[in-house]
């Protein structure tokens, strides 16, 4: 297993070849190829919707790092969900924070920034500190999928991160909710707890709301404001 770091055109080059060469290959034995090629430089990324991605990663790196956006304004249910697979996987759990506390940046912004200007919230709270925090790794990987809404319907399974300059994995975009609850099952995966009360995506506790029959997964997110995306997938 190599840990050298790539220059970003070879990443590139890796990037657009593995979109080509892993379309049709597993989930796991896309994180094998992650693993192989990246080795400690590579990470996955968790909301603590649920650990399915963290632990498909764990299974291909033992001891993977797994980073988590801790923006303080999560739900009581993702924190501990977030401590109970640090706990129990075979997995790194790094939590990143934002620059300023939410009181500091009420203090600057005004209060409910997440309310008035949502998508500046979501930059300062997830975007800056998810690229401050992936500088030390080649590639990292997502959790999303082609089914949770339109505006991932095409989300490929490798492709490269021009703005972070990365290689970008996503090990499960092929898969369905089904295929996500049999993994679930199967493998006794630690899931948040707010998955069984209506919530289908699980973000910041303000910009949440549960689901109603017919919606898709994401329409519970940022609701009546037209915002889809905090701007880490954008």
Not at 20 to 31: G, I, N, P, T
Not at 137 to 150: C, F, N, Q, V
Not at 151 to 170: C, E, F, G, L, M
Not at 175 to 198: C, F, I, K, R
Request: charged content about 25%.
């Amino acid at each position: 297993m190599t840990t050298a770091q790539h220059t970003a055109e070879e990443l590139e080059r890796l990037a657009v070849q593995a979109g080509r060469d892993l379309e049709e290959a597993s989930a796991l034995d896309v994180l094998r190829w992650a693993a192989d090629t990246f080795g400690r430089r590579f990470c996955v990324t968790s909301s603590m919707e649920d650990a399915v991605v963290a632990h498909l990663a764990s299974r291909a790196l033992p001891g993977v790092d797994v980073v988590f956006l801790d923006t303080g304004y999560h739900f009581p249910e993702t924190i501990g969900t977030r401590d109970a697979v640090a706990a129990v996987m075979d997995v790194n759990v790094i939590t990143l924070t934002p620059r300023q506390t939410v009181a500091e940046q009420d203090a600057e912004y005004g209060p409910r920034l997440h309310d008035r200007d949502p998508d500046r919230c979501c930059a300062l709270r997830k975007v800056a500190p998810l690229e401050e925090g992936l500088r030390g790794y080649d590639a990292w990987a997502t959790g999303l999928r082609r089914d949770e809404s339109p505006t991932r319907a095409n989300t490929p399974v490798a492709s490269w991160d021009a703005r972070r300059q990365k290689v970008k994995i996503a090990p499960i975009a092929r898969w369905t909710q089904e295929d996500v609850e049999s993994y679930v099952a199967e493998h006794g995966v630690l899931t948040n707890p707010l998955l069984m009360d209506g919530y289908a995506s699980i973000g910041c506790a303000p910009c949440t709301r549960r689901v109603l029959e017919g919606e898709d997964a994401r329409s519970g997110r940022w609701a009546g404001l037209g915002k889809t995306e905090c701007g880490i997938h954008q």
